[in-house]
């Protein structure tokens, strides 16, 4: 019997020419994007604009205590969330049972993911400064020290936002685990600890780094929530403190003051400098330095996960 | 044999090795402190919601819940006025959340159309089009669209974007409601693509290979089987990108012009809640009125925002039930 040959779909040949050149599209507006900031920004690279100060109101200089602000928040979040995010998916995965408890436990790390970054920031100064802050003054007797804007809130305040994509991504790796290898440990008469420590978390590791890589990126990009805890439009000096122990003393980021922020610098550029067309170039120089940044943080996660992905093919 | 005799046989006999208190002690303890760290988590997102609303309800003691909505001032002639008007910081304070909703939602829903067409599209493309060892490569691209920081987006909009529409439309004002949809645009579409990638991609491929069999092209497929089939993730997707634009804050700040007008309007400047609280909340006194009405806006973005995620959520879910067979 002989097929019957089909006739030209000429809408479907058109539809999916639509689908394909909106995609190509979407490319094209990226690389427009990222190829003007990166034309505008390399510029004014260079050695000094990565580590000098800001100098002349702003319209000279660089970036510098921008940069290590947002290393020191980034460092803090990274302290305070990662191992509490860890930890409790350890707990959600390897020790709790499915109850309707554990299960209203997930959905709601999951539709913390969703809350509004600036409804974070509110949090953090509700919770952070005005109820932790400014009872440990009292309690300390510090005067006015904890109960205002800072650094450690700023990083405290990331590190609750970045929490549940810590959780999920730990949960994501340990689940996929095989449950045989957890059962093989345990025919080895290995106790519940020594086949998470032994088996279990060798195999996620991978992926709860790509957690933290993620939750990293996120928190040097997040700007909203640290809007009104403590990031600063200009200091004269970085949020450092020498740490005394006898006549040796080393520096040490001091949690305690306002800091600037690169993705607050250039906000803050951008809408209230004095004179924006003049600081146009450092703008898109400082703006430059946190895509690549992020960017940089991203394809760590993205190849991370990557071999993740292969090593589980292999299983 | 019994099940439960046997386990106890295999207990006793000589191969069988007994915990000892140390290692039982040892691994209650390490339960315990993963217990810890659990509990700690699920306290913080309680405390997230504690505190939101108790501040945010605070400003309903001061603050009625109709002067949310409006406030009635007589005018120069006696005659009751009814204005819908946000100025915390005037002589008569006007705490109407209407036109922060109206910016708010005069921003979200261009930039949750014009994404879902861009966005579903190209999640067409990635699943079902795309050369599949070419897609290795576009995925982690829509990765990195979605990993730009949003203050970027505003500021590129702030600079290129706005100029370029202020030419092309010419609009009342610069800074409007339209080119801030479009920045918020870009955060929504890699949201839209890589969720409607995932919902396509879930498809069993039985549907596909049973749809070609009767003939049909692949057009025809996508159109009449996939999506069909896949609508309700799709749908989820497009909840969720629009929760994402209703609490995005950077780029309605930069790019929305921050005028509380009450207008229906595109081209006009707006203010969104969420740029509301990130403009005054630096400069309010704690414990004014003002203070806590931030905070009672904080309290309707969240619930806003937590109804769209939660219904996204039971759709992804039922779909994920629906579709393993």
């Given at each position: 019997?002989?097929?019957k040959k089909?006739?030209?779909?000429?809408?479907?040949?058109?539809s999916?020419?639509?689908?394909?050149?909106?995609?190509f599209?979407?490319?094209?507006i990226?690389i427009?994007l990222?190829?003007?900031i990166?034309i505008?920004?390399?510029?004014?690279?260079?050695?000094?604009?990565?580590?000098?100060?800001?100098r002349?109101?702003?319209t000279?200089?660089?970036i510098?205590?921008?940069?290590?602000?947002?290393?020191?928040?980034?460092?803090?979040?990274?302290?305070?969330?990662?191992p509490?995010g860890?930890?409790?998916?350890?707990?959600?995965n390897e020790?709790a049972?499915?109850?309707?408890?554990?299960?209203?436990?997930?959905?709601?790390?999951?539709?913390l993911?969703g809350?509004?970054?600036?409804?974070?920031?509110?949090?953090?100064?509700?919770?952070?400064?005005l109820?932790?802050?400014?009872n440990?003054?009292?309690?300390?007797?510090?005067?006015?020290?904890?109960?205002?804007?800072?650094?450690?809130w700023?990083s405290?305040t990331?590190a609750?936002?970045?929490?549940p994509?810590?959780?999920?991504s730990?949960?994501?790796a340990?689940?996929?685990?095989?449950?045989?290898?957890?059962?093989?440990?345990?025919?080895?008469g290995?106790?519940?600890?020594?086949?998470?420590?032994?088996?279990?978390?060798?195999q996620?590791?991978?992926?709860?780094?790509?957690?933290?890589?993620l939750?990293?990126?996120?928190g040097a990009?997040e700007?909203?929530?640290?809007?009104f805890?403590?990031?600063?439009?200009?200091?004269?000096?970085?949020?450092?403190?020498?740490?005394c122990?006898?006549d040796?003393?080393i520096?040490?980021?001091?949690?305690t003051?306002q800091?600037?922020?690169?993705?607050?610098?250039?906000?803050?550029?951008?809408?209230?400098?004095?004179?924006?067309?003049?600081?146009?170039?450092?703008?898109?120089?400082?703006?430059?330095?946190?895509?690549?940044?992020?960017?940089?943080?991203?394809?760590?996660?993205i190849?991370?996960?990557?071999?993740?992905?292969?090593?589980?093919?292999?299983? | 044999?019994?099940?439960k005799?046997?386990?106890?046989?295999?207990a006793?006999?000589?191969y069988?090795?007994?915990?000892?208190?140390?290692?039982?002690?040892?691994e209650?303890?390490?339960?315990?402190?993963?217990a810890?760290?659990?509990?700690?988590?699920?306290i913080?997102i309680?405390?997230?919601f504690?505190?939101?609303f108790?501040?945010g309800?605070k400003?309903?003691d001061?603050?009625g819940?109709?002067?949310?909505?409006?406030?009635?001032?007589?005018?120069?002639?006696?005659?009751?006025?009814?204005?819908?008007q946000?100025?915390?910081?005037s002589?008569?304070?006007?705490?109407?959340?209407i036109?922060?909703?109206?910016?708010?939602f005069?921003?979200a829903?261009p930039?949750?159309?014009?994404?879902?067409?861009?966005?579903v599209?190209?999640?067409?493309?990635?699943?079902?089009?795309?050369?599949?060892?070419?897609k290795?490569?576009?995925?982690?691209m829509?990765?990195?669209?979605?990993?730009?920081?949003?203050v970027?987006?505003g500021?590129?909009?702030?600079?290129?974007?706005?100029?370029?529409f202020?030419d092309?439309?010419?609009?009342?004002?610069?800074?409007?409601a339209?080119?801030?949809?479009?920045?918020?645009?870009?955060v929504?579409?890699?949201?839209i693509?890589?969720l409607?990638?995932?919902?396509?991609?879930?498809?069993?491929?039985?549907?596909?290979?049973a749809?070609?069999?009767?003939?049909?092209?692949?057009?025809?497929?996508?159109?009449?089987?996939?999506?069909?089939?896949?609508?309700?993730?799709?749908?989820?997707?497009?909840l969720?990108?629009?929760?994402?634009?209703?609490?995005?804050?950077?780029i309605?700040?930069m790019c929305?012009?921050?005028?509380?007008?009450?207008t229906?309007?595109?081209?006009?400047?707006v203010?969104t809640?969420?740029?509301?609280?990130?403009?005054?909340?630096?400069?309010?006194?704690?414990?004014?009125?003002?203070?806590?009405?931030?905070?009672?806006?904080?309290?309707?973005l969240?619930?806003?925002?937590?109804?769209?995620?939660?219904?996204?959520?039971?759709?992804?879910?039922k779909?994920?039930?629906k579709?393993t067979f």
């Amino acid at each position: 019997m002989e097929l019957k040959k089909r006739k030209i779909d000429f809408a479907g040949f058109l539809s999916l020419g639509i689908v394909r050149l909106t995609f190509f599209f979407l490319v094209l507006i990226l690389i427009l994007l990222l190829g003007k900031i990166f034309i505008e920004g390399i510029n004014v690279i260079s050695l000094e604009f990565l580590f000098d100060e800001p100098r002349n109101n702003m319209t000279e200089g660089g970036i510098g205590p921008a940069i290590f602000g947002t290393v020191a928040v980034t460092l803090l979040m990274v302290l305070f969330a990662v191992p509490l995010g860890v930890f409790s998916a350890i707990y959600l995965n390897e020790y709790a049972k499915d109850t309707f408890f554990s299960r209203i436990i997930r959905t709601s790390i999951n539709n913390l993911a969703g809350v509004p970054s600036i409804v974070f920031g509110l949090f953090g100064l509700g919770f952070f400064i005005l109820f932790i802050g400014k009872n440990l003054d009292d309690v300390l007797q510090t005067g006015l020290l904890f109960g205002q804007p800072a650094l450690l809130w700023a990083s405290a305040t990331l590190a609750v936002l970045v929490l549940p994509i810590v959780i999920v991504s730990t949960l994501e790796a340990l689940n996929s685990v095989p449950k045989s290898h957890r059962d093989a440990s345990y025919g080895l008469g290995a106790t519940k600890w020594q086949t998470i420590k032994n088996v279990v978390l060798p195999q996620a590791r991978p992926g709860i780094l790509t957690g933290t890589i993620l939750a990293i990126s996120r928190g040097a990009g997040e700007t909203a929530p640290i809007l009104f805890l403590g990031a600063a439009f200009f200091l004269p000096n970085l949020p450092v403190a020498d740490l005394c122990i006898g006549d040796y003393c080393i520096p040490m980021i001091n949690p305690t003051e306002q800091f600037m922020y690169l993705a607050y610098h250039i906000f803050i550029m951008a809408t209230q400098s004095a004179n924006p067309t003049k600081t146009l170039p450092i703008q898109y120089g400082s703006t430059l330095v946190l895509i690549v940044l992020t960017f940089l943080l991203n394809i760590t996660a993205i190849i991370f996960r990557y071999r993740f992905r292969k090593l589980l093919g292999r299983l | 044999m019994e099940e439960k005799e046997f386990f106890q046989k295999a207990a006793d006999s000589k191969y069988a090795k007994k915990i000892g208190k140390h290692t039982r002690l040892k691994e209650s303890l390490i339960k315990f402190f993963f217990a810890v760290n659990g509990t700690m988590a699920l306290i913080f997102i309680v405390l997230i919601f504690v505190f939101l609303f108790k501040e945010g309800f605070k400003a309903l003691d001061h603050i009625g819940l109709l002067d949310f909505l409006y406030l009635d001032r007589p005018d120069a002639s006696g005659n009751i006025e009814r204005v819908f008007q946000w100025y915390p910081t005037s002589e008569e304070p006007r705490y109407s959340l209407i036109p922060l909703l109206i910016g708010t939602f005069l921003t979200a829903f261009p930039a949750t159309i014009i994404s879902t067409l861009l966005g579903v599209g190209a999640g067409i493309y990635l699943s079902e089009v795309a050369n599949p060892k070419f897609k290795e490569f576009l995925k982690p691209m829509i990765e990195l669209f979605a990993g730009i920081p949003t203050v970027v987006l505003g500021f590129i909009m702030l600079v290129v974007g706005a100029s370029f529409f202020n030419d092309l439309l010419n609009p009342a004002n610069r800074l409007n409601a339209f080119v801030a949809s479009i920045g918020l645009s870009f955060v929504i579409i890699p949201i839209i693509a890589s969720l409607t990638e995932d919902a396509l991609h879930s498809i069993p491929n039985d549907l596909r290979m049973a749809s070609y069999g009767l003939g049909a092209t692949k057009w025809q497929t996508i159109s009449k089987v996939i999506l069909p089939a896949a609508f309700s993730g799709v749908s989820a997707s497009i909840l969720l990108g629009f929760g994402r634009a209703i609490g995005e804050t950077m780029i309605v700040l930069m790019c929305a012009g921050n005028a509380a007008n009450l207008t229906s309007n595109i081209f006009l400047s707006v203010r969104t809640m969420t740029a509301t609280i990130a403009a005054e909340m630096g400069e309010v006194s704690q414990g004014s009125d003002h203070y806590y009405s931030l905070f009672f806006i904080g309290i309707v973005l969240f619930t806003i925002t937590f109804f769209l995620n939660l219904i996204a959520e039971i759709i992804i879910n039922k779909m994920r039930k629906k579709n393993t067979f």
